[in-house]
């Protein structure tokens, strides 16, 4: 079964073929990262009308990459929720206008479900269930998963979502957005041991996240060098602050597995193409004889390849849009 899988959830306009949810046969992203850069984060306005400009192109060049002509297409996927509402509405629209013309059934896909998908089109042998880490600029979830479309929300962040936090941190150290990839970078250089950094915990929550305090203490420490015109490493304190982040996604996604004896354990979104927490997670699960399954590099950020895949386990779960569907900025992943 090929389907069309389109994202424009955030500053990504991309469209792909993927083959019975597993195989890519193209996988094209037009990014707007550049242009947001100087902003120092996602101008929403900009992002939609990008969007607009890229998304015929992007799709004709997915399907002249894959070698496949529309009638040859069994459904279109398209992401319809969460994210930013203007350039959700762009993938949504164009999904709804292609399927009309060429007859195609509509499939609807949750954007963090997509990220979790990834990891099907670079591991075969994966299936539910398992227990993910979802962590993205907008979201941090623990959540399992008993079957392709049934998932149950065990923990979540109560403020900054990981990937919030990089880049915050990142923007306070001065380095360009998106922060993630740049404190990565930079942490390879610094000593994870140099400043001990709070490890905020939710009291009575084990398996939720807060990152903002720990955002803050970093934003302080600099703050409070440059008042004092103190020298600070910076590669320091992007080791201290990613080993940090990395310790306390793996403490608690690995404190929920045992809880819900969950021996596969999958990582996704953004932040899962963090080398400190990549690290973190593969010596926790060699320790507790569990196996992890993270998404390759080019895997790890937005792309529809992810949308397609999820959009097959959808559609054989019979979800369906038609010319009603709408975007949502908000939406639970454990209702898709
Ligand atoms: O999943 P994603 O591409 O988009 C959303 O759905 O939000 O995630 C983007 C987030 C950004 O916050 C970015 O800084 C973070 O993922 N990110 C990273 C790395 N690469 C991207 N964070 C830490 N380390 C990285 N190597
Ligand atoms: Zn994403």
Redesign the pocket.
Known sequence: MLILGIES????TAAAIVEDGRRQLSSVIASQVEEHRIYGGVVPEIASRRHMEAISGVVEEALRQASITPDRLDAVAVTYAP?LIGALLVGVNFAKGFSLSQNLPLVPVH??RS?VAANYLAHPDLKPPFLALI?????SHIVLLKDYTDYKIIGRTRDD???????KA?RAMGLP?????????LAAEGDPKAFSLPRPKVEGSPYDFSFSGLKTAVINLLHNARQTGTELNTADLAASF?GT?SEILTDHLMRAAEEYNCKTIVA??????????RRALTEACQQSGRTLYCPP?SL???NAAMVAAQGYYEYLAGVRGDSSLNGYPTRSVELG
């Open positions: 959830s955030c500053d990504e994210g954007h963090l990220h962590a993205s600029g907008g979201h979502a990981a990937g919030e936090a990089f880049d990142a957005y998106p922060g993630g990839v740049f404190i990565d970078r990613q982040v996704a979104g953004g932040v899962s193409a963090n080398s400190g927490l590099l790890c950020g937005d």
